[in-house]
Every structure is written in structure tokens, then in C-alpha cells.
């Protein structure tokens, strides 16, 4: 009998020892995807709603698919390469900072016993701007294929807007799950603010557009 309640004890013991683990790792995980998660979210975000209003702003004034097309395309490249910059000079002040400071902990005669890792866990700016970059391109990729092949310009205008929508709230749902956010609170405010910036440019440039400027 002493045996087998010291079985259950031990088995009780181990359950725990599994939940608090599971519970540390999926506090880890968060705590870890903050850096990764911010960029993904906010690059993708970016090029979904900037590469849009762009390419809403032109069809206000120009009916020409091409034009279009050719507005979102310069939107995506450029748009690409200046998060990818912004966020390689970003991260790479980050890095210099970390660098700094483990020096002067080196030479204030503290020793590091986890040299290795703590260099392993200094930030990438090279992965932090190939990151930013890829998922601007992906979100600015779909205004760009939804606008692709379609010939008639209002039908043209209402699926960029459709296929805009979807996405916004698709990446208000994905940022939000993977962030532990509200998500109603989180996908409603980005697609609120992904149609704000679509409405001020088509008006805007439809307005300056009719002045004949």
C-alpha cells in the first residue's frame, strides 16, 4: 500500500512538473514572438493598406488598368525596400546598444557564464529587415493580384476593396491569436483603419484631380 500511494505520488508530482512546464513554454513563446510578431504584423499590414490606397488614389482619377497596376507595383518595391531599411537600422541600433553593454559588463570584471548564448540571442538586423520586406510584399501582393485581371474599372475598384477587407481581417485575426489580443477589438481596428486610409486617398486625389491641377 505504502508502494503504490508512493507510485501515485510520484505519477501526481510528474503531472505537475509537465503543466508548469507547458505553462513556462507557452509564456516563453509569447514573450519571444513580441520582436518577430510586431514586424510580420506591421509589414504585412503596411503593405496591405499603403500599396491599396495607392492604387485607390490613381483609379480615382485614372480609369486605365495599367496605371493602376503600375502604382501598386512602385508601391510594393519601394515600400519593400524602405521597411526592410528602417528596420535593418532599427534593429541594428538595438544591436550595437546590447553590444555596448556587454562590453562594459566584460570590463567591470563580471563574468558571463552563457557567452555563447547570450551572443545567439543579440538581434538579426539582416533577419529583421528580410522579414519586414517579405511580409510587406505579401500583404501589398493583394490589392495587386485582386485588381490583376479585371478590365471594367468600378468592378475593378469594388474587388480591390473586397479582397482588401478579407485580408485586413484576416491579419487582425492572425495578429491577434498569436499575440493573445482581443481579437474583435484587434481585427475592427485594423480594418477601420486599412478603409480610413483607402477612403482619404481616393478623395483626396479625386478632389485634387477634378481642380484640374
Known sequence: MASLNQAKFDLEQQQSTITNLEVESKDFDYSKRSQWLRAAVLGANDGLV???SLMMGVGAVK?????MILTGFAGLVAGACSMAIGEFVSVYSQLDIEVAQMKREKERG????DDDEEKES??????AAAASALAFS?????????????RDYKVRLGVVVAAVSVALVVFGWFGAVLGKAP???SVLRVLVGGWVAMSITFGLTKLIGSSGL
Not at 110 to 113: E, G, L, N
Not at 122 to 127: G, I, R, S, T
Not at 138 to 150: E, H, K, R, S, T
Request: aromatic share 8%; net charge positive; charged share 15%.
Open 110 to 113: 563580471r563574468q558571463i557564464d
Open 183 to 185: 481579437i474583435f477589438r
Open 122 to 127: 543579440l538581434p538579426n538586423p539582416l533577419q
Open 50 to 52: 499603403s500599396t491599396a
Open 63 to 67: 480609369q486605365d488598368i495599367k496605371a
Open 138 to 150: 505579401i500583404g501589398a501582393m493583394v490589392p495587386l493580384l485582386a485588381a490583376f485581371f479585371i
